[in-house]
């Protein structure tokens, strides 16, 4: 499990989920662009893609969980 104690604010908080929403829809659109290009496709390089992809959404997740948590309290 990511520790997020070294980042104690909450704008770095924020800012980093938008990054990696950010990333994430940048890997949405060249997955989206290899896959509809006719192209031969990397196979490997689809899986790893893909895997970036789902821990980028899981550290969205985590991060955001966090920060309501933060608000709860």
């Known amino acids: 499990m ?3 104690s ?4 909450v704008d770095e908080l ?18 989206d662009g290899l896959t509809n290009s006719g192209q031969p496709i990397n196979l490997f ?5 893909k895997k970036k992809k789902l821990w980028l959404k899981d ?5 955001e969980s966090s920060l309501i948590d933060d608000i709860i309290a």
């Open 2 to 4: 990511y520790d997020f």
């Open 6 to 9: 070294h980042m104690q604010d």
């Open 14 to 31: 924020r800012l980093k989920v938008v990054e990696y929403r950010a990333e994430h829809r940048e890997l949405d659109d060249l997955i």
């Open 45 to 49: 390089q689809m899986q790893q893609f």
């Open 59 to 63: 550290m969205i997740q985590k991060i």
